[in-house]
Protein backbone atom coordinates (compact mmCIF):
# COMPACT_ATOMS: atom_id res chain seq x y z
CA UNK A 1 0.00 0.00 0.00
CA UNK A 2 1.56 3.63 -0.83
CA UNK A 3 1.92 5.77 2.20
CA UNK A 4 -0.79 8.23 2.11
CA UNK A 5 2.11 11.10 3.08
CA UNK A 6 4.54 12.27 0.82
CA UNK A 7 7.19 14.94 1.85
CA UNK A 8 8.36 17.33 -0.83
CA UNK A 9 11.23 19.85 -0.98
CA UNK A 10 12.93 18.70 1.64
CA UNK A 11 16.56 19.19 -0.34
CA UNK A 12 18.86 21.86 1.30
CA UNK A 13 19.62 24.97 -0.47
CA UNK A 14 23.25 26.37 -1.18
CA UNK A 15 24.04 30.04 -1.39
CA UNK A 16 25.57 31.44 -4.51
CA UNK A 17 26.99 34.25 -6.32
CA UNK A 18 24.63 35.69 -9.40
CA UNK A 19 28.03 36.27 -11.10
CA UNK A 20 29.11 32.72 -11.27
CA UNK A 21 25.77 31.32 -11.78
CA UNK A 22 24.81 29.61 -15.25
CA UNK A 23 23.19 32.77 -17.71
CA UNK A 24 20.74 30.43 -19.02
CA UNK A 25 19.08 29.06 -15.33
CA UNK A 26 18.85 32.50 -14.64
CA UNK A 27 16.80 33.45 -17.37
CA UNK A 28 14.86 30.21 -17.03
CA UNK A 29 14.38 31.52 -14.07
CA UNK A 30 12.81 34.52 -14.24
CA UNK A 31 10.61 32.96 -17.50
CA UNK A 32 9.02 31.30 -14.88
CA UNK A 33 7.27 34.17 -13.00
CA UNK A 34 6.32 35.40 -16.44
CA UNK A 35 9.39 38.21 -16.91
CA UNK A 36 10.48 39.08 -20.40
CA UNK A 37 14.32 39.80 -19.39
CA UNK A 38 16.45 38.10 -21.73
CA UNK A 39 19.50 36.75 -20.75
CA UNK A 40 21.50 39.64 -22.12
CA UNK A 41 19.65 41.72 -19.88
CA UNK A 42 20.86 39.54 -17.01
CA UNK A 43 24.38 39.86 -18.11
CA UNK A 44 23.79 43.69 -17.90
CA UNK A 45 22.32 43.76 -14.54
CA UNK A 46 25.09 41.54 -13.35
CA UNK A 47 27.62 44.05 -14.48
CA UNK A 48 26.02 47.42 -12.64
CA UNK A 49 25.55 45.26 -9.62
CA UNK A 50 25.72 42.30 -7.06
CA UNK A 51 23.22 39.26 -5.79
CA UNK A 52 23.15 36.31 -5.34
CA UNK A 53 21.22 32.68 -5.78
CA UNK A 54 19.94 30.02 -4.17
CA UNK A 55 20.72 26.28 -6.02
CA UNK A 56 18.83 23.28 -4.99
CA UNK A 57 21.57 19.76 -4.13
CA UNK A 58 21.91 19.30 -7.51
CA UNK A 59 22.62 22.73 -8.55
CA UNK A 60 19.44 23.98 -10.22
CA UNK A 61 19.23 27.95 -9.67
CA UNK A 62 15.32 28.41 -7.47
CA UNK A 63 15.66 31.89 -6.57
CA UNK A 64 17.33 35.15 -7.00
CA UNK A 65 17.81 38.57 -5.68
CA UNK A 66 19.87 41.55 -6.57
CA UNK A 67 21.21 44.87 -5.23
CA UNK A 68 23.01 48.08 -7.13
CA UNK A 69 24.50 50.49 -4.72
CA UNK A 70 24.19 53.45 -6.82
CA UNK A 71 26.22 55.59 -4.08
CA UNK A 72 26.91 55.13 -0.91
CA UNK A 73 23.81 56.61 0.20
CA UNK A 74 21.12 54.72 -1.79
CA UNK A 75 21.27 51.18 -3.30
CA UNK A 76 17.70 49.75 -5.25
CA UNK A 77 17.19 45.45 -5.02
CA UNK A 78 15.20 43.81 -7.58
CA UNK A 79 15.41 40.72 -9.45
CA UNK A 80 13.82 38.66 -6.47
CA UNK A 81 12.42 35.69 -7.37
CA UNK A 82 11.76 32.16 -6.56
CA UNK A 83 10.69 29.47 -8.57
CA UNK A 84 6.80 29.23 -8.71
CA UNK A 85 7.51 25.49 -7.37
CA UNK A 86 8.98 26.64 -4.05
CA UNK A 87 7.46 30.09 -3.01
CA UNK A 88 5.98 30.90 0.28
CA UNK A 89 8.78 28.34 2.30
CA UNK A 90 10.83 31.43 3.51
CA UNK A 91 13.61 31.18 0.23
CA UNK A 92 12.96 34.94 -0.79
CA UNK A 93 13.40 35.95 2.82
CA UNK A 94 16.62 34.16 3.57
CA UNK A 95 18.36 36.04 0.15
CA UNK A 96 16.90 38.90 1.23
CA UNK A 97 18.65 38.95 4.48
CA UNK A 98 21.76 38.28 2.43
CA UNK A 99 21.09 41.85 0.80
CA UNK A 100 19.98 43.66 3.81
CA UNK A 101 23.56 42.27 4.97
CA UNK A 102 25.67 43.32 2.34
CA UNK A 103 24.00 46.71 2.29
CA UNK A 104 24.12 47.44 6.01
CA UNK A 105 22.04 50.08 6.83
CA UNK A 106 22.29 52.23 3.36
CA UNK A 107 18.99 53.82 2.49
CA UNK A 108 16.89 51.51 -0.06
CA UNK A 109 14.24 51.64 -2.60
CA UNK A 110 12.80 48.78 -4.91
CA UNK A 111 9.56 48.77 -6.57
CA UNK A 112 7.41 45.46 -5.23
CA UNK A 113 4.96 43.54 -7.08
CA UNK A 114 1.59 42.05 -5.57
CA UNK A 115 3.38 39.22 -4.51
CA UNK A 116 6.59 40.52 -2.76
CA UNK A 117 4.88 43.39 -0.75
CA UNK A 118 4.29 41.44 1.88
CA UNK A 119 7.76 40.14 2.76
CA UNK A 120 9.07 43.65 2.20
CA UNK A 121 6.64 44.97 4.97
CA UNK A 122 7.94 42.27 7.29
CA UNK A 123 11.57 43.92 7.07
CA UNK A 124 10.31 47.50 7.42
CA UNK A 125 9.74 48.80 4.02
CA UNK A 126 7.21 51.70 3.64
CA UNK A 127 5.06 52.14 0.35
CA UNK A 128 5.65 54.50 -1.33
CA UNK A 129 3.96 55.29 -4.73
CA UNK A 130 2.62 53.33 -7.69
CA UNK A 131 4.57 52.77 -10.50
CA UNK A 132 2.54 52.62 -13.57
CA UNK A 133 3.78 49.48 -15.95
CA UNK A 134 3.13 51.01 -19.99
CA UNK A 135 3.65 48.69 -22.76
CA UNK A 136 2.22 47.85 -26.44
CA UNK A 137 3.16 48.33 -29.97
CA UNK A 138 3.75 51.71 -30.80
CA UNK A 139 0.39 52.63 -32.87
CA UNK A 140 -0.29 56.01 -33.76
CA UNK A 141 2.57 58.30 -32.08
CA UNK A 142 1.25 61.38 -31.47
CA UNK A 143 2.42 64.44 -33.14
CA UNK A 144 4.21 67.11 -30.30
CA UNK A 145 4.10 70.53 -31.05
CA UNK A 146 7.88 71.41 -30.71
CA UNK A 147 8.82 73.45 -27.36
CA UNK A 148 11.66 76.04 -27.23
CA UNK A 149 15.23 74.57 -27.21
CA UNK A 150 17.25 72.69 -29.00
CA UNK A 151 16.08 68.97 -29.18
CA UNK A 152 18.79 66.57 -30.60
CA UNK A 153 20.55 63.17 -30.12
CA UNK A 154 23.07 62.61 -26.97
CA UNK A 155 26.43 61.94 -27.58
CA UNK A 156 29.02 60.84 -25.12
CA UNK A 157 30.20 63.86 -24.32
CA UNK A 158 26.67 64.74 -22.51
CA UNK A 159 27.37 62.02 -19.86
CA UNK A 160 27.83 64.26 -17.56
CA UNK A 161 25.17 66.89 -17.51
CA UNK A 162 23.39 63.43 -17.89
CA UNK A 163 24.46 62.29 -14.46
CA UNK A 164 24.11 65.47 -12.84
CA UNK A 165 20.25 65.95 -14.29
CA UNK A 166 19.38 62.23 -13.59
CA UNK A 167 20.93 62.77 -10.23
CA UNK A 168 18.69 65.69 -9.19
CA UNK A 169 15.61 63.59 -10.03
CA UNK A 170 16.52 60.11 -8.69
CA UNK A 171 17.85 61.67 -5.53
CA UNK A 172 22.32 60.62 -5.89
CA UNK A 173 24.57 60.69 -9.11
CA UNK A 174 24.46 56.72 -10.12
CA UNK A 175 27.25 57.82 -12.82
CA UNK A 176 27.94 53.54 -13.38
CA UNK A 177 24.97 52.82 -14.23
CA UNK A 178 24.36 56.35 -16.91
CA UNK A 179 27.80 55.88 -17.89
CA UNK A 180 26.87 52.16 -18.98
CA UNK A 181 23.03 53.27 -20.17
CA UNK A 182 24.62 55.58 -22.45
CA UNK A 183 26.79 52.70 -24.13
CA UNK A 184 23.06 50.64 -24.22
CA UNK A 185 21.18 53.34 -25.28
CA UNK A 186 20.02 55.79 -28.17
CA UNK A 187 19.43 59.06 -26.37
CA UNK A 188 17.58 62.96 -26.66
CA UNK A 189 18.23 65.77 -25.21
CA UNK A 190 16.86 68.81 -25.11
CA UNK A 191 19.44 71.98 -24.56
CA UNK A 192 17.85 75.44 -23.66
CA UNK A 193 21.11 77.86 -23.45
CA UNK A 194 23.58 75.12 -23.96
CA UNK A 195 22.62 73.25 -20.89
CA UNK A 196 20.44 70.40 -20.36
CA UNK A 197 17.29 70.15 -19.60
CA UNK A 198 15.16 66.81 -20.00
CA UNK A 199 16.66 63.99 -21.81
CA UNK A 200 15.11 60.24 -22.74
CA UNK A 201 17.33 57.11 -22.72
CA UNK A 202 15.92 53.92 -25.14
CA UNK A 203 17.74 50.82 -25.24
CA UNK A 204 17.17 47.07 -25.88
CA UNK A 205 14.85 45.24 -23.21
CA UNK A 206 12.51 42.11 -22.62
CA UNK A 207 9.88 41.85 -25.55
CA UNK A 208 11.65 44.98 -27.31
CA UNK A 209 12.74 48.43 -26.19
CA UNK A 210 12.13 50.63 -23.02
CA UNK A 211 12.25 53.98 -22.53
CA UNK A 212 14.17 55.15 -19.89
CA UNK A 213 15.05 57.20 -18.03
CA UNK A 214 13.15 60.14 -18.55
CA UNK A 215 14.00 63.23 -16.85
CA UNK A 216 12.46 66.66 -17.20
CA UNK A 217 10.97 69.46 -14.84
CA UNK A 218 7.42 69.28 -16.72
CA UNK A 219 5.53 67.21 -18.47
CA UNK A 220 6.01 69.48 -21.91
CA UNK A 221 9.58 68.51 -22.31
CA UNK A 222 8.93 65.04 -20.81
CA UNK A 223 7.12 64.49 -24.37
CA UNK A 224 9.42 66.19 -26.45
CA UNK A 225 12.47 64.12 -25.34
CA UNK A 226 9.87 60.91 -25.42
CA UNK A 227 8.09 60.95 -28.67
CA UNK A 228 11.67 60.39 -31.11
CA UNK A 229 11.65 57.34 -29.16
CA UNK A 230 7.97 56.50 -29.78
CA UNK A 231 8.13 57.59 -33.54
CA UNK A 232 11.12 55.34 -33.77
CA UNK A 233 9.37 52.22 -32.69
CA UNK A 234 6.28 53.09 -34.56
CA UNK A 235 4.75 49.39 -34.82
CA UNK A 236 6.87 47.66 -32.60
CA UNK A 237 6.87 46.77 -29.11
CA UNK A 238 7.89 49.30 -26.39
CA UNK A 239 7.70 49.23 -22.56
CA UNK A 240 7.57 52.56 -20.41
CA UNK A 241 7.56 52.77 -16.33
CA UNK A 242 6.19 55.48 -15.04
CA UNK A 243 5.06 56.83 -11.88
CA UNK A 244 2.57 59.86 -13.54
CA UNK A 245 -1.00 58.39 -13.67
CA UNK A 246 -2.93 61.52 -14.52
CA UNK A 247 -1.84 64.67 -16.86
CA UNK A 248 -0.49 65.35 -20.18
CA UNK A 249 2.63 63.12 -20.14
CA UNK A 250 0.67 60.05 -18.94
CA UNK A 251 -2.13 60.79 -21.34
CA UNK A 252 0.86 61.13 -24.20
CA UNK A 253 2.14 57.48 -23.21
CA UNK A 254 -1.38 55.82 -23.12
CA UNK A 255 -2.26 57.40 -26.43
CA UNK A 256 0.89 56.11 -28.56
CA UNK A 257 -0.20 52.75 -27.61
CA UNK A 258 1.39 51.69 -24.37
CA UNK A 259 -1.06 50.81 -22.12
CA UNK A 260 -0.78 50.24 -18.72
CA UNK A 261 -0.02 46.26 -17.87
CA UNK A 262 0.34 46.16 -14.36
CA UNK A 263 0.96 48.03 -11.53
CA UNK A 264 3.79 48.03 -9.16
CA UNK A 265 4.43 49.66 -5.48
CA UNK A 266 7.51 51.75 -4.74
CA UNK A 267 8.80 51.09 -1.24
CA UNK A 268 11.81 52.45 0.89
CA UNK A 269 13.59 51.46 3.63
CA UNK A 270 15.38 54.92 5.55
CA UNK A 271 15.09 57.81 3.72
CA UNK A 272 12.13 58.39 1.16
CA UNK A 273 11.71 59.38 -2.06
CA UNK A 274 10.55 62.56 -0.73
CA UNK A 275 13.79 63.15 1.56
CA UNK A 276 15.68 62.63 -1.38
CA UNK A 277 13.97 65.11 -3.47
CA UNK A 278 15.63 68.06 -4.91
CA UNK A 279 13.92 71.67 -3.28
CA UNK A 280 12.84 74.77 -5.50
CA UNK A 281 10.58 75.55 -7.72
CA UNK A 282 10.82 73.33 -10.70
CA UNK A 283 12.80 70.18 -10.02
CA UNK A 284 13.90 67.39 -12.63
CA UNK A 285 11.68 64.52 -11.65
CA UNK A 286 11.98 60.86 -12.99
CA UNK A 287 9.24 60.59 -15.98
CA UNK A 288 10.28 56.96 -16.80
CA UNK A 289 12.36 54.18 -14.46
CA UNK A 290 15.55 52.84 -16.04
CA UNK A 291 13.81 49.91 -14.85
CA UNK A 292 11.55 48.73 -12.01
CA UNK A 293 14.88 46.70 -10.60
CA UNK A 294 17.00 49.97 -10.93
CA UNK A 295 14.48 52.58 -10.44
C1 LIG B 1 7.79 37.50 -4.23
C2 LIG B 1 8.58 36.21 -4.14
C3 LIG B 1 10.02 36.48 -4.55
C4 LIG B 1 8.55 35.70 -2.71
O1 LIG B 1 9.44 34.60 -2.63
P1 LIG B 1 9.22 33.44 -1.57
O2 LIG B 1 10.41 32.55 -1.62
O3 LIG B 1 7.89 32.82 -1.79
O4 LIG B 1 9.20 34.31 -0.23
P2 LIG B 1 9.05 33.80 1.25
O5 LIG B 1 8.68 32.34 1.26
O6 LIG B 1 10.28 34.19 1.98
O7 LIG B 1 7.79 34.63 1.70
C5 LIG B 1 7.90 35.88 2.29
C6 LIG B 1 6.51 36.37 2.60
O8 LIG B 1 5.80 36.65 1.40
C7 LIG B 1 4.57 35.92 1.35
N1 LIG B 1 4.33 35.52 -0.03
C8 LIG B 1 5.12 34.76 -0.80
N2 LIG B 1 4.56 34.61 -2.01
C9 LIG B 1 3.39 35.30 -1.99
C10 LIG B 1 2.36 35.52 -2.94
N3 LIG B 1 2.39 34.98 -4.18
N4 LIG B 1 1.32 36.30 -2.58
C11 LIG B 1 1.25 36.85 -1.35
N5 LIG B 1 2.21 36.67 -0.40
C12 LIG B 1 3.25 35.89 -0.72
C13 LIG B 1 4.83 34.74 2.23
O9 LIG B 1 3.63 34.19 2.71
C14 LIG B 1 5.67 35.34 3.32
O10 LIG B 1 4.88 36.05 4.24
P3 LIG B 1 4.76 35.57 5.75
O11 LIG B 1 6.16 35.49 6.25
O12 LIG B 1 3.96 36.65 6.38
O13 LIG B 1 4.09 34.26 5.66
C15 LIG B 1 7.95 35.13 -5.07
O14 LIG B 1 6.57 35.05 -4.79
C16 LIG B 1 8.14 35.40 -6.52
O15 LIG B 1 9.17 35.05 -7.11
N6 LIG B 1 7.12 35.97 -7.18
C17 LIG B 1 7.18 36.26 -8.61
C18 LIG B 1 8.24 37.30 -8.93
C19 LIG B 1 8.07 38.54 -8.11
O16 LIG B 1 6.98 39.11 -8.05
N7 LIG B 1 9.15 38.99 -7.48
C20 LIG B 1 9.16 40.17 -6.64
C21 LIG B 1 9.81 41.32 -7.33
S1 LIG B 1 9.68 42.78 -6.39
Redesign the pocket.
Known sequence: MPSDKLQIDAFAMQIGDVADADLEQLHALSIS?G?PHRGQDWQFLREVGKGVVATDEIGRIM?SAMWFRHSPELATI?M???SPR?????????LMEYALKDLGGVNLR???????Q??YL?IGFKPEKTVYQCQGLVTNAPAVETVPGELRLLTADDLAAAIALDAAAFGVPRAGLMEKLFRHSRGYGLFRDGALVAFALCRRFGRGHVVGPIVACGDEDAIAVASPHIRDHDGTFLRLDTHFEAGDFALFVVRSGLAIFDT?LTMSLGRTLQDFATGGENPPVTYALVSQTLG
Open positions: VWSGVITLQTQGTGLWLNATRAARLSV
